[in-house]
């Protein structure tokens, strides 16, 4: 089963969850993130999980970058890693 990274981009959270360049490694639990943000980005961390890939820009990717739903305060990349 493939795992995902997922590396904080920008944050300007305002309750202190996620830090500019905090990364966790998902295999199969949630990591430390409100519940917002996980709720955004489960769909496509889920898609990669699975082995597909994603609209990136003009091509498809095993990578997401999302906004955190409030007011895009944190920035969260997603990306497949192989171990």
Do not use: Q
Request: aromatic residues 8%; proline residues 6%; glycine residues 10%.
């Amino acid at each position: 089963m493939p795992k995902v990274k997922l590396t904080v981009v920008e944050s300007r959270c305002r309750s202190g969850y996620c830090k500019k360049g905090d990364e966790f490694i998902v295999g199969d639990l949630c990591p430390p993130l409100c519940h917002e943000l996980w709720n955004t980005i489960y769909p496509s961390l889920y898609v990669l999980l699975n082995g597909g890939d994603l609209d990136h820009g003009e091509t498809r990717a095993k990578l997401f970058e999302t906004r955190c739903p409030d007011e895009g305060r944190v920035v969260i990349r997603g990306e497949v890693i192989e171990e």
